[in-house]
């Protein structure tokens, strides 16, 4: 069965007519090679499992690549957080969490006055999420902007389906390129206290650059996506308004739940493991649909509806070592907007349309001033 393309091409109908039909909730995609896991029961059961490890791109060793650009490929996914295993990550993972945690209780998180109409997410989605990661990494908002940028370069090329070797020519040139604004930026930032305090500093440039280069890529579009689906959330339930104040965090996590920025994570089996009638072979992936899986009504009644009584907790920051380090800056960030949601509540939906690719969800939002107020 070709799950991952369906889920591409219409993850509402593949969740509505097919799903309900998948008796283990985990099922092989011949295309993909991989394992689709749709449920709580089976990720519980295999992401903590040590023969599963992280998808790497260790496969790049096996292609005809010159050796400048391994070099470059390999330098940089050997320190990207969620690629690693074992030691490297948790060296990795503690850097990136030392920055995270030294700052995050720091952080200036007020959403501001709201006195714009149209699309929602380029006006207070982007700039919102730009200053808070301007906070944490200790740089300007237009420096974030362009370390965005220069990663989504990296990123387009490797989010398409087949690669040539021409186009991992490429990815190793933007990652250059990155690497010399990262030098730039931090070279001009040296003395400034804000950026001084910066844990990720003192590292040598082929550790700090792409680390940094992975803070603010994989922060920067879930954590978008996050805001548009909350005001789209606040917007649909004007109920909500009454409860903003006492109960931010669970409409903030039930936000979350019913709509997972990043639809998936992936691990690449290492050892022959049995589920079930899942027979998981060496090389085989197993990805975690954690959109299904939020939604998996064994533990969460009535799973397609906003409903502050799901006490369940869900699955949109991954589970196990590689939880998203960027949580509790994401909690408290979506919790303070929340809290000032009366903003938002001046407006109303004029359209919204619910973006599905293949690993992502996010959520276009034209608003406009609510006319009955
Ligand atoms: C709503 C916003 C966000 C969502 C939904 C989200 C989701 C996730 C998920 C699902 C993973 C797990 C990947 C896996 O298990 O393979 C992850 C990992 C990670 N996230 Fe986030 N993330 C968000 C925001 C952020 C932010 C703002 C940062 C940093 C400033 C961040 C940094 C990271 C890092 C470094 C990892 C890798 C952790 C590891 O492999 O140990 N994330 N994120």
Redesign the pocket.
């Known amino acids: 069965m070709y799950i991952g393309q369906q889920l591409a091409d219409d993850r509402f109908a593949f969740y509505k007519d097919i799903l309900p039909g998948i008796r283990d909730q985990i099922v092989f995609d011949e295309e993909f090679n991989a394992w689709f896991v749709f449920n709580v029961r089976h990720l519980n059961l295999l992401?903590r499992d040590e023969r599963l490890l992280?998808?790497t791109k260790a496969s790049l060793k096996e292609l005809p690549l010159n050796a400048d650009t391994l070099q470059v490929l390999e330098q940089f996914y050997s320190n990207w957080?969620?690629?690693?295993d074992g030691d490297l990550?948790k060296t990795?993972?503690r850097r990136?969490n030392t920055l995270?945690l030294d700052r995050y209780r720091n952080i200036d998180y007020r959403w501001g006055p709201m006195d714009k109409q149209g699309d929602f997410s380029e006006l207070y989605a982007v700039p919102y999420?730009y200053n808070?990661?301007a906070q944490?990494i200790g740089i300007s908002e237009k420096d974030v902007a362009l370390l965005i940028k220069a990663s989504e370069q990296i990123n387009s090329l490797l989010l398409r389906g087949y690669l040539t070797i021409h186009d991992f020519d490429a990815v190793a040139q933007s990652i250059r390129q990155a690497y010399q604004l990262v030098n730039d930026v931090d070279s001009r930032y040296r003395d400034s206290d804000r950026y001084v305090g910066n844990a990720l500093l003192d590292l040598p440039s082929e550790q700090k650059y792409p680390l940094l280069i992975?803070?603010?890529s994989?922060?920067?579009a879930?954590?978008v996506?996050?805001l548009n689906f909350l005001a789209y959330n606040l917007l649909t339930h004007p109920e909500l308004e009454q409860e903003a104040d006492s109960r931010s965090d669970d409409i903030c996590a039930e936000s979350?739940r019913l709509f997972?920025?990043?639809t998936t994570?992936?691990?690449v089996c290492s050892e022959e493991v049995q589920v079930g009638d899942a027979h998981i072979l060496p090389g085989q992936l197993v990805i975690f649909d954690?959109y299904s899986i939020n939604r998996d009504p064994e533990c969460f009644p009535d799973p397609d509806c906003f409903n502050l009584a799901n006490t369940e907790r869900a699955?949109?920051?991954?589970?196990?070592?590689?939880?998203?380090?960027?949580?509790p800056?994401?909690r408290k960030a979506?919790g303070a907007v929340t809290k000032q949601s009366g903003q938002i509540y001046k407006y109303e939906l004029v359209d919204s349309k619910f973006i599905n690719l293949y690993g992502s969800t996010d959520m276009k939002l034209t608003i406009k001033k609510n006319t009955r107020l």
């Open positions: 992401v992280a998808n957080v969620m690629f690693t990550h990795l993972r990136v995270i999420v808070i990661l944490l992975n803070l603010v994989d922060g920067f879930p954590f996506a996050a979350l997972p920025p990043f994570i992936s691990r954690l699955y949109s920051f991954g589970a196990g070592k590689h939880l998203c380090s960027g949580n800056l994401v979506l």
